[in-house]
């Protein structure tokens, strides 16, 4: 069985409130559709996150039909099984699921339920794809524990499977021993799922959310073009595009051949080609921008010498931007007619004190993640003389414990 799995197309992405993706998108299913042409594989799987958005407008919609019926035509013998993700609305890509099984594409978006009848097995139709290579058992996002649902699908397989045909499971989920980089901003709050819960009786883990590629268990293979395991293989494709300047890995699409059940499983990655990358300036990590004279002209260097791209900025704590700093930037790429794009959200380093030593690194979307106030107090106490945090706490402590006496109320 010879499959082609890639996850997380975000279609519809607009990045920093102005930038669309369209143009990005396209050039990724061009990448796509030459791979499936070349390497003809018997099905192609998509795990979740195919909207960036739940309601996603007319054109993203006409995007996705367009993509998906041209790699249909280009192999009309290609099963292809999409599944939904936790940005996809679920009913709304569940909706249109008939029709597109007429063209051979099989979408589910609406999970099971979470104690579907012991007596009744008719709910399992809607998981399980059987193709002439091998059957797939096809879950969308879910939050929750499905053990038990997930080990009666594969037990239906099992027990149909007298031929030894290859079995596929999909999943959009984290599981444990993920490596999450580029995910920084959800370490601490994104819930994971040990690879136990999700069966026994797969050769080949389809899974999407994680946007880094790897195979869980060899974090030793992340860059190897192929590698080949025993059945059993847990793997993240990753995201077709890289979504910030955090992703600096290459992304890529799995090519994956499984020679029977229980037989070995050969992954091979093909090198995805970004039509923009991302950066920060200055290069050098080690560097930061000190006046927005400096800064700006290393915009415009940037802009000349690339003329694509997403860019952010360093800037030391001790430069003193002016209010229309951005303004500026803006002016800068805007003969480059959205082909150099700007990421707003500075990242700040440097001394914030002439008696501190250490450097310390605070980006705004770090601060947009934060629900606990006393988290932003810990990291800045130092910048407060004589603060007894101890004392906040408990202040904080009773002001909570107010708000929820008259919630009760």
Known sequence: MRIIHTADLHLGQVLYQSYGRADEHDHF???????????????????????????????????????????IESCPDMTVVITA????SASRLHADRAIWKRSGVHIVGVPPMNDPPADDDKWMEDFIVRTGSGYIVAL?????????????LLDKVAGENTDGKPVVMMGHLAVTGVDVTGHDLEIGTLRTQS????GKG??????????????????????KEEVTYPSGVVRYSGSALHVSCDETYPHSVSLVEIGGHGGDVTVKQLRIDQKRHFY???????KSFVSSDEALAAVKEFADEKGSGYFRLRVAYEAALPSDF?????????????QVRYNPKIIWTGVPHKDK????VFEVAELQQMTDPMKFVEKTSDRYQGLNIEDLREVFREVEEEIKSKGDK
């Open 29 to 71: 299913f061009s990448q796509l559709q030459d791979w499936c042409r070349e390497h003809r594989p018997d099905v192609l799987l998509v795990s979740g996150d195919v909207f960036d958005i739940q309601q996603p407008g007319a054109s993203v919609k006409e995007a996705f039909t367009r993509h998906f019926v041209n790699l």
């Open 85 to 88: 993700g936790n940005h996809d």
């Open 140 to 152: 969308p996002y879910v939050t929750g524990g499905r053990e038990d649902v997930i080990q009666r």
């Open 195 to 198: 690879v136990e819960s999700l």
């Open 202 to 223: 797969y050769d080949y883990l389809a899974l999407g959310h994680i946007h880094m590629p790897q195979t869980i268990g060899h974090p030793e293979d992340v860059f």
């Open 280 to 286: 920060v300036l200055p290069e050098d990590p080690d």
């Open 326 to 338: 951005n303004q500026s930037v803006y002016e800068i790429i805007k003969v480059y007619d959205e």
């Open 357 to 360: 030593t250490e450097t310390l």
